[in-house]
């Protein structure tokens, strides 16, 4: 016999009353709040409105209610009806500068030893190879080691995971003179592998020709897989924890620094992963772009043959026995069409809504459109206009993020922010 369970719906007075009695479920009350808000956000009465720009020389970048500008050094809190500042960095020289940062943060169930490691913090590498955790709240810096004075470090990367960082060095390339007086560079790049929460050094690995063979373009790390990318189009994977071997401590004396304390000026982090033979190679593939992903349960991958006929599809293996599974192709309409074309996708994660963006027009400058769909069942659940013109041959980032649409534009050398937030509105319909 089957039961059928009446939907109950709860509403925000209930909600605060249960609340205000110490009800301890913080989860379900969570669901509940962003239920509410999703409710309000399509209520008929209501639409999003721009509010408020800011343009920059610098990139404009956008992470979890807040948007930094001037390269890292002024941030902007979104959670107010309209942006505001939360702090503003002394200008920092040519070596401080940043030249990558990652947002860090995530809920613990222990406890650490300093109060600032369970609150969320910004990683930032400068341009003189020092990592640097400052608060998101105040800018403040918290903690700062140095890498190395041998190499110079330029980029940050996830292991969401495994709960690790990785720090990646430029490519030492040989220029042609180097090769004329037989100068070679064995060490392609370096990378330097932390674990967050706290912050603490893994270890730091030399990418080498003798070891991993010639023609490395790209290195990075993902769920404790070392992914080294060829300029043949080939990606092989490595097992990190197949080739870790001696262990660091942040802050203390290793031999292999002569004593001297690991992460200080200038002695940096030695390499303590010291590799001469290959490592086994866990898996392979040749992909267009040299971009494979990895992820779900059962492990999947997803690609792009290289083949000319599969350009505009993406490939989805089985990682067990690369078994094709699905194949997902992206189908382009030309404007004489229909006069509108699919430009991107966003995801709101916690409303479980995809937002598409759509432009209409002739090439060029145009107009924009967002369709903001259930991801459930894709059902359109409404359409924001966007006020701003939508050039194509410039580039664009969006943003949805609950009740805000951020859209970060690029034009020449000038970088635009526009910000939206929903609103009841009455009478004539208000665009962005």
């Not at 399509?42 to 920059?56: A, D, G, L, M, Y």
């Not at 890292?72 to 959670?79: A, F, I, L, Q, R």
């Not at 998101?136 to 996830?158: A, D, H, I």
Request: aromatic share 8%; charged share 20%.
């Amino acid at each position: 016999m089957a039961l059928h369970r009446r939907k109950r719906t709860v509403n925000a007075t209930e909600l605060l009353n249960r609340r205000s009695r110490g009800l301890s479920d913080a989860g379900t009350i969570n669901r509940h709040n962003l239920k509410l808000l999703r409710a309000l956000i399509f209520q008929e009465n209501r639409t999003f409105i721009k509010v408020w720009s800011k343009t920059s020389k610098c990139t404009i970048m956008y992470e979890n209610g807040k948007i930094y500008f001037e390269n890292y050094e002024n941030c902007y809190s979104s959670v107010h009806s309209v942006p505001r500042v939360l702090y503003k960095l002394p200008r920092r020289s040519k070596l401080e500068k940043f030249e990558d940062a990652l947002l860090c943060q995530s809920p613990l169930g222990e406890a650490l030893a300093s109060p600032s490691d369970h609150k969320p913090s910004l990683l930032a590498l400068t341009a003189s190879s020092w990592l640097c955790r400052l608060s998101t709240e105040t800018g403040e810096e918290l903690q700062r080691v140095y890498l190395s004075s041998n190499q110079k470090f330029r980029y940050l990367g996830w292991d969401v995971a495994r709960e690790m960082l990785y720090v990646k060095s430029v490519q030492n390339k040989e220029t042609p003179l180097a090769r004329q007086a037989g100068i070679t560079h064995n060490t392609v790049m370096q990378l330097a592998i932390f674990h967050v929460f706290p912050l603490q050094i893994i270890g730091v690995l030399d990418i080498k020709k003798g070891v991993f063979g010639n023609g490395v373009t790209d290195v990075g790390l993902s769920q404790c897989v070392i992914v080294v990318s060829y300029s043949n189009k080939s990606v092989k994977m490595y097992s990190f924890e197949h080739i870790l071997q001696r262990k660091l401590t942040l802050g203390k004396q290793s031999s292999l620094l002569g004593g001297k304390i690991v992460g200080d000026f200038p002695f940096g982090i030695p390499v303590n992963i010291q590799i001469t033979d290959c490592p086994p190679v866990l898996f392979e593939v040749s992909c267009c772009n040299n971009s494979v992903q990895i992820g779900g349960y059962p492990w999947h991958y997803i690609y792009t043959p290289l083949h000319k006929n599969h350009k505009g599809t993406h490939h989805i293996c089985s990682l067990k026995d690369t078994s094709l599974e699905s194949v997902l192709r992206g189908v382009h309409i030309t404007e004489h069409l229909i006069l509108q074309t699919f430009r991107m996708v966003e995801y709101e994660d916690e409303l479980d809504i995809l937002a598409v963006v759509v432009t209409k027009g002739e090439e060029g400058e145009g107009r924009a459109q967002i369709r903001l769909h259930d991801n459930q069942s894709g059902q359109l659940l409404r359409t924001v206009d966007l006020a701003e013109p939508w050039d194509e041959t410039y580039r664009h980032e969006l943003f949805f993020d609950k009740d805000t649409i951020i859209h970060v534009e690029q034009k020449n050398t000038t970088f635009c922010c526009h910000w939206c937030t929903w609103t009841c509105v009455t009478g004539e319909k208000k665009v962005l």
